[in-house]
């Protein structure tokens, strides 16, 4: 599997893909917020593994590593686009506490207003599930 | 040795014979397919890049999340997140054989390639199929809509990948695709690892966060 023509080895990077996807649905599963673990370091962690493995794949796999200017080129204006995105919906996120009712929860019949896992556990029952969690 | 990129190719590339023929070269320093398909994935970044911001927007706007893990089996998806990175893996096998034009070598992986992808969308179908049962329809509250939104595109993509690489395994078998026609492997294989790239920061943003 030495992949000659390639320029580099493509099962070793494989083989690193999987040990970090293996490693971050570990992750994912420990470092519950619910568990009393700190949301940054879950959101923080899980960042880390995605942008490792889809930099691997864009560099390796989309063989950017070996492409041209030109190529560059083409797809280096969309990090900026994307950050033009995400900061025009910054207000949207950052002024939530000023609403009358954030936008997940839903009106039950009666006019109250009630939130996701309160209606999970009204549904299911289930103990496990922290209303207020988020 | 390292790998070279092909440059552009006038014995494949030359314009057709109604175009006024100079002598020299107005198009970009790159092959075209290759110039043409990053733009396209260039749309394709921003496409997603709206979906993923729109469930932010919506997720950071909400005073309680589900724990993804009470409502999706995060199991089986981290074992189809697994196939879709083997599929990559035999895409890049199979780009590989198509530099030296191992006919069957090439055939081989790119039917591999095929058979993963499709598994991939197949358990996709069987989950959706399972939450529908539950009740756990895109109506029911936000969690669902933007499940459903984000994965249900993200499957179409795949859909389509699979299908477009049906196309060039029927044509490389039946002769139509030749050596000369190997940056159509190269390309359909630059399409496939994108949407190998979306599914990973999807699995990690809808079935971890």
Redesign the interface.
Known sequence: MSGENLGYSAFKIFVILFILTALEVWWGMTFRPEDGYSRLLLWGGLMCFAVAKGLLIFMYFMHMRFERFIVWSLIVPTPALILVILFALMPDVSFNEQRDHPVGDMLDPTGQVVDMVTRDLERHGTAEAQPGSE | ?????PAYDPAIDAPAPHHPVYDYDSG???HRG??AI??F??TE??FF??LI??Y????????????P???LA?GIT?VN??FL??S??T???A??AS??WSKQALLGWLGLTVVIGSIFVGIQAYEYVELIKHGSLPNV???WSTFYAMTGFHGLHVSAGVLWLIVVWLGVAFGILRREHRMRIELAG?YW??V??VW??LF??V???
Do not use: Q
């Open positions: 040795m390292n790998y070279v990129a970009p320093p790159v290759k110039f990053w733009l994935l260039a970044v921003m890049t709206g911001g729109t932010i927007v919506i997720r950071m706007g909400t005073r309680s999340w589900p724990n893990e009470d409502r995060v981290a997140t697994f990175i083997c990559s893996f895409m890049v096998k780009v590989e530099m030296r509250d936000l969690f630059l690892h994108f190998d790239l990973v920061l990690t943003i079935y971890l966060m």
